[in-house]
């Protein structure tokens, strides 16, 4: 068995796809991915449906290749192990809904889908993930196992995501299952308050989101370094969910989220704090108010005693946005390689992207333009989490919910935990002047927090080897 069995939580998104692509380049004895758990983000659910299918899709159509033409095959793992791939969360718990096609296309991928229609696979795929007929004609059925020939590196799961989470977290032992989430924490908030104690089944939780000590997602770079973009229409976030207030509607016109906000965090500020709070000795300390009323943030309260914590890994974009994938790095290593189909599919996509992120800030160096590998981190942790390099410290972060400029922003308290209470105080009882119990030892979270990894420089060449070969 692997000793890292993982399920990834995802919404692809070109980052989402490069750390998947690295997570199926493992071999076996590596690490062993159970399961795709998809999320809103990015894009929709539907798109980040069509990009996961289109990525097995190219990892078939490589395979074969690599074999014609007497290469090593790779992604190995695959062979041993079909990942589950189950539809999850559409929308967040609370408040409106934000994707960030801005950025990554209305696709998720540069709008390859609709630049190179031909590169993206029939859309027969579809059936396996709809319930099938209660009596099919023979040439319904043949058409469906045709779908399921077609598509045979994955199992695809009818059931809701967060349901199969749970199911995979109970039929195996305890702490032998990683969860790798890299999208907004909706799932596994909803997994979690369904059965928290199954959920607390998992070895670790390894979280991309977040930003500590350093600003959040910048809303249009182009705009605030170059006074020329001024006269360029701003590509507007889908804040399409109520409710439709003067804030909501500025901040649409304006592609803005909160200043100290990372996009992850912000997109489900709820379901954030609401899993950082299982990390906490008492999780009703830190657990988030409902907002609004609304019915579908007002999840399930943990139970008052639990039989563990949560140990969660926070790689925010303190850590991950130094990791970057140069742009003149991957064209040269693209071009030392023959022509293959996970090459060619992989070069458009990351083409357009490179394109976008000159345009949101056109007065950098363009020999220095570089794709910030924050999803990809994480499964390089995963991947190599016994090395000596990774580090982590400890610290009681929360998740801003209900700030009007704040929201998703993530709180640290660095005065330390000074006050001690005595036995037999209420837990819940706030102590006079530390509103929040910030200095309270039996309240907060207990994040860890990644301040160091085997090598900023050294990741972008270990990515580009495993995934796309050594070059000629």
Same mark, same amino acid.
């Not at 979280?207 to 020329?228: C, I, Q, T």
């Not at 929201?407 to 706030?430: F, P």
């Given at each position: 068995?692997?000793?890292?069995?993982?399920?990834? +939580?995802?919404?692809?998104? /070109?980052?989402?796809?490069? $750390?998947?692509?690295?997570?199926?380049?493992?071999?076996?004895?590596?690490l062993?991915?159970?399961?795709?758990?998809? &999320?809103?983000?990015?894009?929709?659910?539907?798109?980040?449906?069509?990009?996961?299918?289109?990525?097995?899709?190219?990892? @078939?159509?490589?395979? #074969?290749?690599?074999?014609?033409?007497?290469?090593?095959?790779?992604?190995?793992?695959?062979?041993?192990?079909?990942?589950?791939?189950?539809?999850?969360?559409? @929308?967040?718990?609370?408040?409106?809904?934000?994707?960030?096609?801005?950025?990554?296309?209305?696709?998720?991928?540069?709008?390859?889908?609709?630049?190179?229609?031909?590169?993206?696979?029939? @859309?027969?795929?579809?059936?396996?993930?709809?319930?099938?007929?209660?009596?099919?004609?023979?040439?319904?059925?043949?058409?469906?196992?045709?779908?399921?020939?077609?598509?045979?590196?994955?199992?695809?799961?009818?059931?809701?995501?967060?349901?199969?989470?749970?199911?995979?977290?109970?039929?195996? @032992?305890?702490n032998?299952?990683?969860?790798v $989430?890299?999208?907004?924490?909706?799932?596994?908030?909803?997994?979690?308050?369904?059965?928290?104690?199954?959920?607390?089944?998992?070895?670790?939780?390894? /979280?991309?989101?977040?930003?500590?000590?350093?600003?959040?997602?910048?809303?249009?770079?182009?705009?605030?370094?170059?006074?020329?973009?001024?006269?360029?229409?701003?590509?507007?976030?889908?804040?399409?969910k109520?409710?439709?207030?003067?804030l909501?509607?500025?901040?649409?016109?304006?592609?803005?989220?909160?200043?100290?906000?990372?996009f992850? #965090?912000?997109?489900?500020? /709820?379901?954030?704090?609401?899993?950082?709070?299982?990390?906490?000795?008492?999780?009703?300390?830190?657990?988030?108010?409902?907002?609004g009323? %609304?019915?579908?943030?007002?999840?399930?309260?943990?139970?008052?005693?639990?039989?563990?914590?949560?140990?969660?890994?926070?790689?925010?974009?303190?850590?991950? #946005?130094?990791?970057?994938?140069?742009?003149?790095?991957?064209?040269?290593?693209?071009?030392?390689?023959?022509?293959?189909?996970?090459?060619?599919?992989?070069?458009?996509?990351?083409?357009? &992207?490179?394109?976008? =992120?000159?345009?949101?800030?056109?007065?950098?160096?363009?020999?220095?333009v570089?794709?910030?590998?924050?999803?990809?981190?994480?499964? *390089?942790?995963a991947?190599?989490?016994?090395?000596?390099? *990774?580090?982590?410290?400890?610290?009681?972060?929360?998740?801003? #919910?209900?700030?009007?400029?704040?929201?998703?922003?993530?709180?640290v308290?660095?005065?330390?935990? =000074?006050?001690?209470?005595?036995?037999?105080?209420?837990? %819940?009882?706030?102590?006079?002047? +530390?509103?929040?119990? *910030?200095?309270?030892?039996?309240w907060?979270?207990?994040?860890?927090?990644?301040?160091?990894?085997?090598?900023? +420089?050294?990741?972008?060449?270990v990515?580009?080897?495993?995934?796309?070969?050594?070059?000629?």
């Amino acid at each position: 068995m692997a000793p890292n069995r993982i399920i990834i +939580d995802t919404d692809p998104g /070109v980052d989402d796809v490069l $750390a998947m692509l690295l997570a199926f380049s493992a071999k076996p004895e590596e690490l062993e991915v159970l399961m795709l758990s998809i &999320t809103f983000g990015n894009v929709d659910v539907q798109n980040c449906l069509r990009n996961i299918v289109t990525l097995f899709h190219y990892i @078939e159509k490589e395979k #074969t290749w690599r074999r014609d033409n007497g290469r090593p095959e790779g992604f190995e793992g695959l062979k041993n192990k079909k990942p589950v791939v189950a539809v999850g969360a559409t @929308e967040p718990l609370a408040e409106q809904m934000m994707v960030a096609d801005f950025y990554h296309g209305r696709d998720g991928l540069g709008g390859i889908h609709d630049t190179h229609p031909h590169l993206s696979p029939a @859309e027969t795929w579809r059936s396996l993930f709809k319930p099938p007929p209660e009596s099919m004609t023979p040439s319904e059925a043949a058409e469906l196992q045709k779908a399921k020939e077609a598509h045979s590196l994955f199992e695809p799961s009818l059931n809701y995501a967060p349901d199969e989470m749970l199911r995979l977290l109970k039929e195996n @032992e305890p702490n032998t299952i990683i969860i790798v $989430a890299i999208g907004p924490l909706t799932n596994l908030a909803i997994a979690s308050a369904k059965d928290p104690e199954t959920f607390l089944r998992v070895k670790e939780v390894v /979280v991309m989101g977040g930003a500590v000590d350093v600003p959040g997602n910048p809303p249009n770079l182009a705009r605030v370094y170059s006074p020329k973009m001024l006269s360029i229409p701003v590509p507007n976030f889908n804040l399409i969910k109520q409710p439709n207030t003067p804030l909501r509607r500025e901040l649409n016109l304006r592609n803005q989220m909160t200043p100290g906000a990372e996009f992850n #965090t912000y997109a489900d500020s /709820v379901a954030s704090a609401r899993l950082f709070a299982l990390t906490s000795p008492n999780p009703s300390t830190t657990m988030p108010p409902t907002l609004g009323g %609304d019915p579908k943030s007002a999840l399930q309260d943990y139970p008052k005693k639990l039989s563990t914590q949560l140990k969660l890994k926070l790689f925010p974009l303190d850590i991950t #946005t130094p990791h970057l994938l140069p742009r003149q790095l991957f064209n040269a290593h693209a071009q030392s390689l023959p022509t293959s189909p996970l090459n060619s599919w992989a070069s458009h996509f990351l083409t357009s &992207t490179y394109e976008k =992120v000159f345009s949101l800030k056109p007065d950098q160096d363009p020999a220095k333009v570089g794709l910030e590998m924050h999803d990809p981190l994480t499964v *390089w942790y995963a991947l190599t989490s016994s090395a000596p390099e *990774w580090k982590f410290v400890e610290e009681d972060i929360r998740v801003e #919910t209900a700030g009007q400029w704040t929201r998703g922003t993530c709180i640290v308290d660095r005065r330390g935990k =000074v006050i001690e209470a005595k036995d037999g105080d209420d837990v %819940d009882a706030e102590i006079v002047g +530390d509103a929040g119990g *910030w200095m309270d030892a039996r309240w907060g979270n207990r994040i860890l927090r990644c301040v160091g990894t085997p090598g900023e +420089d050294k990741f972008a060449g270990v990515l580009l080897q495993r995934v796309f070969g050594a070059g000629l």
